[in-house]
């Protein structure tokens, strides 16, 4: 069972590498636009369905905002191995 989000919520990515898309789906052109690592932290800042969110992950000045995959998210920072 996944965890239930909130916007305003810190997450972090559980997954090795995450697809960052431009839509709330995998589908269409233009997806996936960016990518992003495991334990990437960012914020939630819409919950369009219940299977995608809308991020912004900060990377020292630059903010990076797509959809991802709700399934590959965590309330807490994914211990190492795991």
């Given at each position: 069972?996944r965890?239930?989000?909130?916007?305003?919520?810190?997450?972090?990515?559980s997954?090795s590498?995450l697809?960052?898309?431009?839509?709330?789906?995998a589908d269409?052109?233009?997806?996936?636009?960016?990518?992003v690592?495991r334990?990437?932290m960012?914020t939630?800042?819409?919950l369009p369905?219940?299977?995608?969110?809308l991020?912004?992950?900060m990377?020292?000045?630059?903010?990076?905002?797509g959809?991802v995959?709700?399934?590959?998210?965590?309330?807490?920072?994914?211990?190492a191995g795991k």
């Open positions: 069972m965890p239930q989000f909130l916007i305003g919520d810190t997450v972090y990515v997954a590498v697809n960052v898309r431009g839509r709330p789906h269409g052109p233009g997806n996936p636009k960016l990518y690592g334990n990437a960012g939630i800042v819409a369905n219940r299977n995608w969110a991020v912004l992950f990377s020292e000045d630059v903010g990076i905002e959809y995959s709700q399934w590959y998210l965590a309330k807490e920072k994914p211990k």
